[in-house]
């Protein structure tokens, strides 16, 4: 599975966008874009996961460069609550099952 | 519809000691994995069944660890004698085995595990 690299921390505003960057130079052609979240001394939280395109959903936004070399995950409103450890990943598409593997993730913290 | 279920949620033990961790999958959820986290790190993959068969096992499961899915529904993982090093968050996600394209992993609320 291709290496992700993410900022290890970031702050947002609450109410404001949450922009989370996510490079992943050496993606394949079959592999997804997964993002989960982790707040403190839980389980992670599956997001949102993508290929090519745009993918939205109650929980966020993914943009895919075109070149699938990066991602950014969106949070269009940012609560306290989206205070969490983002992680991107990228993993293979084949059925036959495979891993997630999680890098160290981007802090995210959301001030009042 | 309820999520996937981890217990004990939170374990203590001595050095040495035996530990059974149970999870229970979304209802028929035919993958299911075993990730362990240590402070400060993401989530490590340990192991993954499909159904009842375990297909693939990481390295970092030594033979002191043991998982079993005997129906293909709850699993467990057993920790024979456990070392001071074992202490983690021992997570589980399952997954349902799609046509096409990929399966998404939910994950429980992991078993936290302190040996002393």
């Known amino acids: 599975d291709a290496k992700t690299t993410q900022p290890p921390s970031m702050d947002c505003a609450e109410g404001r966008a949450a922009n989370l960057p996510c490079n992943h130079s050496?993606?394949?052609?079959?592999?997804?874009v997964y993002w989960y979240r982790q707040i403190h001394s839980q389980g992670p939280q599956y997001i949102i996961h993508?290929?090519?395109n745009n993918e939205t959903n109650e929980m966020a936004s993914l943009i895919i460069t075109e070149d699938r070399k990066s991602s950014t995950l969106i949070l269009p409103h940012a609560t306290l609550r989206d205070t969490a450890v983002y992680y991107c990943?990228?993993?293979?598409?084949?059925?036959?099952?495979?891993?997630?593997?999680f890098g160290e993730g981007t802090q995210l913290t959301v001030n009042p | 519809d309820t999520g996937v279920s981890q217990n004990p949620r939170h374990k203590i033990t001595k050095r040495g000691q035996n530990v059974t961790f149970r999870c229970d999958p979304i209802?028929?959820?035919?993958?299911l994995y075993w990730y362990r986290q240590t402070l400060g790190q993401g989530p490590e993959f340990l192991t993954y069944?499909?159904?009842?068969?375990?297909?693939?096992k990481s390295r970092l499961l030594s033979d002191r660890f043991s998982a079993e899915r005997p129906k293909g529904s709850f699993s467990t993982l057993e920790i024979q004698r456990t070392e001071q090093g074992d202490s983690a968050m021992y997570l589980c996600?399952?997954?349902?085995?799609?046509?096409?394209?990929?399966?998404?992993?939910?994950f429980g609320p992991g078993t936290r595990l302190t040996v002393l």
């Open positions: 996600a399952s997954s349902l085995l799609p046509l096409a394209s990929t399966d998404t992993q939910y």
């Open positions: 050496t993606i394949s052609g079959n592999e997804y």
């Open positions: 993508g290929l090519k």
């Open positions: 990943i990228v993993r293979s598409g084949e059925t036959s099952g495979s891993r997630l593997t």
């Open positions: 209802s028929e959820h035919n993958r």
């Open positions: 069944f499909q159904n009842e068969a375990q297909l693939e």
